[in-house]
């Protein structure tokens, strides 16, 4: 069964430093989805991606925070400049065409801001 | 706004009794909503989704607009549903299904 992939599983970064978070959606797929998981907290919706633009975004993807499709297949989030309260989980997820469509998700990438 | 409550951080049960997972919402729309699960070291997957009225792997869950509620039931609990539960209320707008997550239940089903 088709899968979304994220890179890398964990990623250790510099406050203040730039990251990328990737993913790679299910071929078939044309919604993608961010979402993050602060430790002992629950999942938050981050933001949604559509036909190349952002389809609706929460109050915490402010202006540090942007996705692109640069290749046709990989979803990346970029944080511009880390803070310390950036540390999370991320996770990726994607559907396949309306969204009524279920989301898969991707195993997430754990960052760590020092 | 859109909310999801999951009352119960943790809940133990013994193997062959029933399990209820409660979920309440709050939403000012027609909402859908679903049960995700997650296994230890596994990713999020989708349980069961109202629209579906589906069963699967024992459980169902109904949505009950009366009581804006949306709990989880399985009437014999087996080790293997030891895991992590989180309701999730669709906040759809446009075409996109943008996930609203309760903090989740953790499961623990003693032998």
Same mark, same amino acid.
């Given at each position: 069964?088709?899968? #979304?992939?994220?890179t890398p599983s964990h990623q250790v970064t510099q406050m =203040?430093?730039? #990251?990328? /978070?990737?993913?790679v959606p299910i071929?078939?797929?044309?919604? &993608?989805?961010?979402?993050?998981?602060?430790? =002992?907290?629950k999942v938050e919706f981050l933001v949604s991606f559509y036909n190349n633009e952002i389809s609706e975004k929460s109050e915490i993807f402010d202006d540090q925070f942007s996705v692109e499709r640069p290749d046709g297949s990989n979803f990346t989030l970029k944080i511009r400049s880390?803070? /310390?309260?950036?540390s999370a989980?991320? &996770?990726c997820a994607s559907s396949r065409d309306r969204g009524d469509q279920p989301q898969h998700f991707g195993d997430g990438?754990?960052?760590s801001i020092l | 706004a859109q909310r999801v409550t999951q009352p119960e951080k943790l809940l133990s049960v013994f193997k062959g009794a029933p399990v209820e997972l409660k979920c309440n919402y709050s939403y000012s729309g027609s909402p859908e909503l679903f049960w995700y699960v997650q296994y230890s070291r596994q990713r999020l997957q989708l349980l069961l989704r109202h629209i579906s009225r589906e069963s699967i792997k024992g459980f169902t869950a109904d949505l009950n607009k009366g009581e804006?509620?949306?709990?989880?039931?399985k009437p014999f609990a087996q080790e293997e549903d030891s895991a992590m539960y989180y309701c999730a209320l669709s906040g759809r707008r446009g075409g996109a299904n943008n996930l609203f997550f309760g903090t989740g239940t953790r499961l623990t089903v003693i032998p």
């Open positions: 069964e088709p899968e #979304v992939t994220q =203040g430093q730039e #990251v990328i /978070l990737r993913c071929s078939n797929h044309l919604y &993608f989805y961010w979402y993050r998981q602060i430790l =002992g907290q880390t803070k /310390l309260e950036d989980m991320y &996770f990438t754990r960052l | 804006t509620s949306f709990h989880l039931k």
